[in-house]
């Protein structure tokens, strides 16, 4: 039992071999534990879907990802995104970007057809 106090109180000394060998077992559980033990995410997700009225859903898709595609081609590419990425069986009927307040783009806010 003493053992175990002292394991858990941490009371070797600082260069003491029983000190090295906790650390050591504490590195190797940080690095050596993978992500999904305790539900790690490497990012939030880039599309969201967000509440709305009327039966149509919003969906909010980041910036990054329609960058480069020519306003003709937002709500085709939007509605592949979402079918892909989100699993919605959706069509987008419009992309509205949104700016903030030095005019660049946050993000897209994509509306599909009831």
Avoid: C, H
Avoid at 14 to 28: P, S
Avoid at 66 to 85: D, Y
Avoid at 86 to 110: H, T
Wanted: hydrophobic content about 45%; overall charge neutral.
């Amino acid at each position: 039992m003493g053992i175990l106090k002292k394991l858990i109180f941490w009371e070797y000394p600082r260069a003491g071999w029983q000190y090295d060998l906790i650390v050591g077992v504490i590195l190797v559980f940080i690095f050596l534990t993978p992500r999904e033990v305790f539900r790690d995410q490497a990012k939030a997700s880039a599309i969201v879907m967000l509440p709305a009225d009327g039966g149509s859903s919003v969906y909010w898709l980041e910036a990054d990802l329609l960058s480069g595609v020519p306003e003709a081609n937002r709500v085709q590419r939007a509605s592949a995104l979402v079918r892909e990425k989100a699993k919605a069986r959706k069509d987008i009927e419009r992309v509205i970007p949104i700016f903030d307040v030095e005019d660049e783009i946050k993000g897209y806010m994509a509306y599909s057809k009831q």
